[in-house]
């Protein structure tokens, strides 16, 4: 396969791939949110020239699915990474109204890109699923079956086990590349590296790319499904609240028996109030207070009188006196009551 001719044509499409990988580390690496408006711009600065890029770059058609990646030049690797570059900056849009699209489109440009991968041979992987239903068909009869209903499926563990493993493997061929990566930039940056070291340069950056691609897939699957739930939600009409008619009140036997005998249920209904009915027994005189109160009044005159006739030295009322007192010293409390003793 021919390199890239010489002419207008290199350098613009070197500049807009140079120009759109730098604007996605500039915002990788900011400090600033990525919904600000400065990082936004960015975002779609670098969305512009890359899209530009791998328009031209289907144009000139550098890529075919009937090469090795021994064919490919040296100076043309680095333009797998576009469609990769492409949909880690789509995934930096932030606008809600068009999250789902926004997604869709980076998993379809990180699936293109591994499969150029696949295509040349680059890397050791199996292509990732973009199924995001994950629907499940029950097993056993149909509705109208009478036996037991199907249980549901079990997670396949040596699948887990083995995509957990892949997993792992993924994640250290990631770090190897990252640590060459760094030893060999700076050789590269300096212009020093040789053809064979540049394409190694360029390969590790491919299959580093390779890791990350996987990993946002299986990312954008699941963002995906909820967004396509979420999306189903909102279309949905909304159901009216259920409603249905007022019960008639009732009572239970047990309380229905209960409250003719103690509560509202009782045949009789009352005539007066309880403040009526105390009015008229108070005029009557027969409460217990009324009595109590007549009583010790007696008591006191009688105490009053017997005082004052003492104070005038009544010759009955002091003999009486004493002769209480003279009783008293020979007779001690209670001596007389001999009712209550066994």
Not at 18 to 23: A, E, I, Q, T, Y
Not at 93 to 118: D, G, I
Not at 150 to 170: G, V, W
Not at 288 to 300: C, E, K, W, Y
């Amino acid at each position: 396969m021919a390199g890239v001719e010489e002419g207008a044509e290199t350098p613009r499409l070197s500049e807009l791939l140079d120009g759109g990988r730098k604007l996605l580390d500039e915002v990788e690496n900011t400090t600033e949110p990525c919904n600000s408006n400065a990082v936004q711009v960015k975002v779609k600065r670098g969305i512009k020239q890359l899209q530009e890029a791998l328009n031209m770059l289907e144009q000139l058609q550098l890529f075919s699915r009937n090469e090795d990646v021994d064919e490919v030049a040296t100076t043309d690797l680095k333009y797998l990474l576009m469609p990769a570059l492409l949909a880690m900056l789509t995934l930096k849009q932030t606008n809600p109204a068009q999250r789902l699209e926004h997604v869709q489109k980076a998993q379809e440009l990180f699936l293109a890109f591994l499969r150029r991968c696949k295509d040349y041979g680059i890397g050791s992987f199996s292509m990732p699923s973009d199924n995001t239903e994950a629907e499940t068909t029950p097993t056993g009869e149909g509705p109208d079956c009478t036996g037991p209903s199907p249980r549901p499926q079990q997670p396949d563990l040596i699948t887990m086990a083995r995509e957990r493993q892949a997993k792992i493997e993924r994640y250290k061929q990631r770090k190897d590349a990252e640590s060459k990566l760094a030893e060999l930039r700076v050789t590269v940056d300096e212009g020093l590296a040789d053809d064979e070291t540049l394409r190694e340069f360029y390969l590790l950056q491919v299959n580093r790319w390779i890791s990350v691609a996987i990993e946002e897939i299986s990312s954008i699957n699941q963002e995906i499904s909820i967004l396509k739930r979420m999306e189903g939600f909102k279309q949905t009409p909304a159901q009216p609240p259920f409603s249905r008619p007022p019960m008639k009140p009732f009572i239970l036997t047990k309380d229905a028996v209960q409250a003719k005998v103690f509560g509202a249920g009782y045949p009789s209904l009352p005539t007066m109030t309880v403040d009526d009915w105390y009015d008229q027994h108070r005029r009557k005189g027969c409460f217990p207070d009324q009595g109590i109160h007549q009583s010790t009044a007696d008591v006191d005159a009688e105490a009053r009188e017997k005082e004052r006739r003492e104070e005038e030295d009544d010759e009955e009322a002091l003999q009486k006196a004493r002769d209480w007192d003279n009783w008293k010293d020979t007779h001690r409390r209670g001596f007389g009551n001999r009712k209550n003793m066994g």
